[in-house]
């Protein structure tokens, strides 16, 4: 158990009989309807408020993040779902609960080694020992290739595209092509930069702290999942992915008699 | 918000320096190497040690309850437990998830269903009330028909046997007798009583208030997820699981240019 | 099991080796760097891209939806985060199983009533019979009442205000109003229209569907529980709010010997 | 993406019309009436039937693990379940996301490092080289230490008590003891062994791989935390948690004018 401060306290809200205040703003007078959703997330999240360049591409990468059609994720959702209508709430939780290390603990890792590639002055000798380690241990280096988007994954190159134009791409980004560069050199061909990639680099150079990465790949999945129960409310997928995944996963254990 | 007593406590646990208190019994004097695990839960979650005879039928009725093979449940535990290794109780929380109204709320419904008869003497009145009443809304009774197990669910036969062998069957089991007559004279054909009801039955002989009874499926539920995802970790089927769904579930959106 | 189609299929997604496409637009081309988030969820839940208007009050309620203090949510997934630092969105999944029935219900339950009265042409008896029904059984009307925030709720105030501004109000906000009229009638006082009656009005006025307005409260939940968890890696609350919890729900089970 | 065998099986569980079939046994013939819930649970995981003894020492470390108070697994599961009371399992899954790495990780980390002292034939040098890579680390070695049971876990002292009573005790106990001198000695005074380190020399010697270690403790915890959800139920604690909670951490964010 870590030591603790004294004191425990919260920054992010408190409220009065008239008035909801958040990180020290009125709800009612200076939140609602002046700023969008993202906006509030940045705001609520990091206690401070984007500029229009952050937001935009704060923006491109939750709408990067959420929807990836039937995966895992998606999946796990509709069966708890079509299990429990009740508990809609279930569904996306149970969704959520998929985004862990396999799928989005590539952003975290490559958010990682980019704020190392940065603290060392986005030197090539750091991005060519980041990526000799890696091919010690026979590891990918986060953020790097696709099994489909070959050579380049198109929403890399969108985002990076974007976060270039609205003057957002700085240290990190930077320090992303770089290391795309260590990559291509060690492999003796051109790697992809993957979209988690890309959404590293680029939110670290919105401000986002790289410990919080994955909260904004929750978010962005969490509102993919309302749209994938909306549909399975409407015409449920439930039955075909269950019988499917019975008769893909054939039973080989002890022998039944009479079977 | 309802009415909340004065002051707020619990019954359930105390500990000083030297022991562990469970319902007022010493934990390591009285309750480990004394109670197997089935005796233990009870006495935590009722506050009365069970009898061997309640024991042996619930024991009965978890063992029937903890294995069903892929079902909706097991296969979103194995999809989340593959996407984040490192929280295996993620997986089984995502498959307790799916242990709602559709597959478990049955049984809160026959058990319902079984005190309001119990409450009224068994009365075959009563029953075909009950059965009238759901057939004119056209909803099934809980507890009753099976797709598969015709004219009788093996299960049901097996945990009701138990109950009387074992002295346990009393009212609730006798009004599910009273109330299958009357779903049989109804549908003018033998319906099938499935392991739902028996279950709901026999635990609610054995003292299980109904209000809780799907505890006891979340119970065995947790353990049956334990074994998926043990061998999901062995040999991996969400790949399999993933592919068959979707390519059970195909795109029929709005045309793709080129496609 | 109800009757499923023949075929079960996704119009949400697909992808080729160059784009992913959603609702059949080009994640790439279309999609990044040209929708907000809060665009991208209508658009992807609801099939339609929303009006500049729409899309303001849709960021205004997901504005309002996201954050209310140290709610059992928050707690929850506080609790929940603290004893799992390696997922995230185990504390997540945990705060949003929190929004159920007690606190979200209402807003499903204010817009079935809204939909109701404004199938009714938002008659003044059919106002009046609500509110009788709701009387009858001692059940408050949802969407109405408030501990704290009276006479008015300033976020519902805010969130009618912005409505009419943009020209969203349409039938549902009009029933809101006549259904407030027959509940200060019935209770020959005002009653305060609370957040989640406003919430229900204007989202159902923007075209958000009854059955799935619980997904918008969900989705911005996601978002303040990240926020939350964000706080508690900085500066842990969770033992004050162990110790707290701890202290104020005494043991008063059977006695323990020497105790 | 690891290599996957070609065919993906399942060796649990088959039914036919007549019968289920878990792990090649009848469900109602041979494991109804004639398996403990402990028994099934061995059975159905690891595919071996356990002995006597294994049952009762694995039944002794259930009952150890199931229930602790209010604790934030609790907490969580009460939190949930009063906001969402029509889904019980809600309440369970939101506590059993907190059987995370701090509080049952150290179950297996003591079991890796047991496994470990085992292949080097539980050596002192290999003992002391453990004791002395945790010291290097200023980290405390799993399975030791305890902040209130001192100078002796009056847990650990009964299960290995049962353990050797019953002819269970083997390699990984005598590992236990083995670590537990090295402990001592770089210590310079008795360090207590906990529960968590008693539970994984207890269960790897009845057989259990360290790797579903946790599961176990899941098992164990879904049970105990149904107890509390049925108190929860009968006398509601949430409101006293809640504001409690919030009382504990107080809002010193910035400041709101006029308070």
């Not at 429990?84 to 569904?91: I, K, R, V």
């Not at 134009?165 to 560069?181: F, T």
């Amino acid at each position: 158990m870590s030591a603790l401060p004294e004191h425990q306290t919260t920054a992010i809200c408190t409220s009065t009989p008239d008035d909801v205040f958040i990180r020290g703003k009125s709800l009612c007078q200076e939140l609602i309807g002046h700023l969008s959703f993202t906006e509030m997330i940045v705001f609520q999240v990091l206690a401070k408020r984007p500029t229009p360049a952050q937001t935009r591409l704060v923006d491109a990468c939750l709408v990067t993040l959420m929807e990836h059609g039937l995966t895992p994720s998606a999946l796990a959702a509709r069966l708890v779902y079509s299990s429990a209508t009740e508990a809609l709430q279930s569904g996306v939780a149970a969704g959520l609960l998929a985004v862990g290390s396999r799928f989005v603990g590539t952003t975290e890792g490559a958010g990682h080694l980019l704020a190392r590639l940065v603290a060392a002055g986005a030197s090539e000798t750091e991005a060519d020992a980041i990526v000799a380690e890696h091919r010690a241990t026979r590891t990918p280096v986060p953020g790097f290739g696709h099994p489909q988007h070959k050579p380049d994954d198109p929403r890399s190159l969108r985002l990076l595209e974007l976060a270039r134009e609205e003057g957002i791409a700085g240290p990190h980004c930077a320090a992303l092509e770089v290391l795309a560069r260590a990559v291509d050199r060690a492999a003796q061909k051109h790697i992809t930069i993957n979209a988690t990639g890309a959404i590293a680099a680029v939110l670290a150079d919105c401000g986002v702290p790289i410990e919080i990465l994955r909260g904004f790949a929750i978010i962005a999945r969490a509102a993919g999942l309302v749209g994938h129960l909306h549909e399975e409310l409407q015409r449920p997928a439930m039955r075909a992915i269950w019988e499917a995944a019975d008769a893909a996963v054939p039973y080989d254990g002890p022998p039944i008699e009479g079977r």
